[in-house]
Nanobody, 125 residues
Framework: QVQLVESGGGLVQAGGSLRLSCKAS????????MGWFRQAPGKEREYVAG????????NYAGPVEGRFTISRDNAKNTVYLQMNSLKPEDTAVYYC??????????????????WGQGTQVTVSS
């Protein structure tokens, strides 16, 4: 079992920045792929970014590429999402996800095994 707890969400003006954190506990965190997703009201949960087990490989959805950065610190069992140049359309609940059994990049929502409870990000115009 893996438990994931997100933090760092909040209200920010357009153009601002936030850094989300996802602390993992339970099964060895450093063993697998991690990702961030988001879900806006009335919309499907969508992929934002993914990172491989070692952190060497990363991947981003088109709307966030160049503005968001995913990283991880396996010694601290934590994955981060640095969000810069935020836009009102980034407003959503952000979730982190884990797939301990796979070491590469995972993009598909249904491929992740564990999920956090989410943290709200609101970007005002």
């Amino acid at each position: 079992q893996v438990q994931l707890v997100e933090s760092g969400g909040g209200l920010v003006q357009a153009g601002g920045s936030l850094r989300l954190s996802c602390k993992a506990s339970g099964r060895t965190f450093s063993s697998g792929a991690m990702g961030w997703f988001r879900q806006a009201p009335g919309k499907e949960r969508e992929y934002v970014a993914g990172i491989s087990r070692t952190g060497i490989r990363t991947n981003y959805a088109g709307p966030v590429e160049g503005r968001f950065t995913i990283s991880r610190d396996n010694a601290k069992n934590t994955v981060y999402l640095q969000m810069n140049s935020l836009k009102p359309e980034d407003t959503a609940v952000y979730y982190c996800a884990a797939r301990p059994s796979f070491s590469g990049i995972v993009i598909g929502r249904n491929e992740y095994e564990y999920w956090g409870q989410g943290t709200q990000v609101t970007v005002s115009s």
